[in-house]
T-cell receptor
Framework: EDQVTQSPEALRLQEGESSSLNCSYT??????LFWYRQDPGKGPEFLFT???AGEEKEKERLKATLTKKESFLHITAPKPEDSATYLC???????????????FGKGTLLTVNP | DAGVTQSPTHLIKTRGQQVTLRCSPK?????VSWYQQALGQGPQFIFQ???????QRGNFPDRFSGHQFPNYSSELNVNALLLGDSALYLC????????????FGSGTRLTVV
C-alpha cells in the first residue's frame, strides 16, 4: 500500500529564516510526486509535480527536490504570506497504467512570524 | 477562468439522511476526482470519473456514490450519513492525459449531527 509521511507536523519560522519540509514515500512505482499548499478552509493549491529522482523545480521562494525515497520542499527567506499547510502526494504507477489516485500525507503546518 | 466550482460551501445534515454535493470542473478538464478530508488529515481518495463512468474507487463504502454528466460536471452522493462522514469534501479536475497537477475546488464542509 502506498504511504506518505510528512515531517515535521508543524514548523514555526521567523520571517527570512530558511528551512525545509520533508516528504517520505513508499510506492511500488512512482508516476509522480505532487506538492500542494492549502490555506485554512480552502482546497489545495497546486505547486509542483516531480517525476524522477534528481529532478528539481522552483517557484518564487519555494524549491522542490526528489530522491528515490523522499522529497524536500525548501523555503528560502519565507514571508508571513507563506504561512499555510503544505501537502505532499504521490501517484503510483501500475502495470496497467490505470491508477489515478493521489495518496496524501497529513501535511506540515508552516507558520512564518513577522 | 472560474477554476473548479463546488456547491454548496457548507451543509449541515442529520445522521441517517442523504446528501448530494456538486462540482463543476475547470474549463477544458474532463476528469473529476472526489476526496474526503477530515480535520487535521490529508485528503483521502473516494473515486474518479471519466467519460461519465467511475474508473477508480478508493476504500469507501457503497454509501458513497457518484455521477458525471455529459458536460463533465459531477455529483457525489452519500446515503445513510454517519457522524464520521463529517469532513471537507474536495473535488479535483484535470484534462485527461495532462501532466499538470489536479486543480482542486474550495470544497464543501459537511457536518453531520
Amino acid at each position: 500500500e502506498d504511504q506518505v509521511t510528512q515531517s515535521p507536523e508543524a514548523l514555526r519560522l521567523q520571517e527570512g529564516e530558511s528551512s525545509s519540509l520533508n516528504c517520505s514515500y513508499t510506492v511500488s512505482g512512482l508516476r509522480g510526486l505532487f506538492w500542494y499548499r492549502q490555506d485554512p478552509g480552502k482546497g489545495p493549491e497546486f505547486l509542483f509535480t516531480l517525476y524522477s529522482a534528481g529532478e528539481e523545480k522552483e517557484k518564487e521562494r519555494l524549491k522542490a527536490t526528489l530522491t528515490k525515497k523522499e522529497s524536500f520542499l525548501h523555503i528560502t527567506a519565507p514571508k508571513p504570506e507563506d504561512s499555510a499547510t503544505y501537502l505532499c502526494a504521490v501517484q503510483a504507477s501500475n502495470s496497467g497504467g490505470s491508477n489515478y489516485k493521489l495518496t496524501f500525507g497529513k501535511g506540515t503546518l508552516l507558520t512564518v512570524n513577522p | 477562468d472560474a477554476g473548479v466550482t463546488q456547491s454548496p460551501t457548507h451543509l449541515i445534515k442529520t445522521r441517517g439522511q442523504q446528501v448530494t454535493l456538486r462540482c463543476s470542473p475547470k474549463s477544458g478538464h474532463d476528469t473529476v476526482s472526489w476526496y474526503q478530508q477530515a480535520l487535521g488529515q490529508g485528503p483521502q481518495f473516494i473515486f474518479q470519473y471519466y467519460e461519465e463512468e467511475e474508473r477508480q474507487r478508493g476504500n469507501f463504502p457503497d454509501r458513497f456514490s457518484g455521477h458525471q454528466f455529459p458536460n463533465y460536471s459531477s455529483e457525489l452522493n452519500v446515503n445513510a450519513l454517519l457522524l464520521g462522514d463529517s469532513a471537507l469534501y474536495l473535488c479535483a479536475s484535470r484534462a485527461q492525459g495532462s501532466a499538470y497537477g489536479y486543480t482542486f475546488g474550495s470544497g464543501t464542509r459537511l457536518t453531520v449531527v
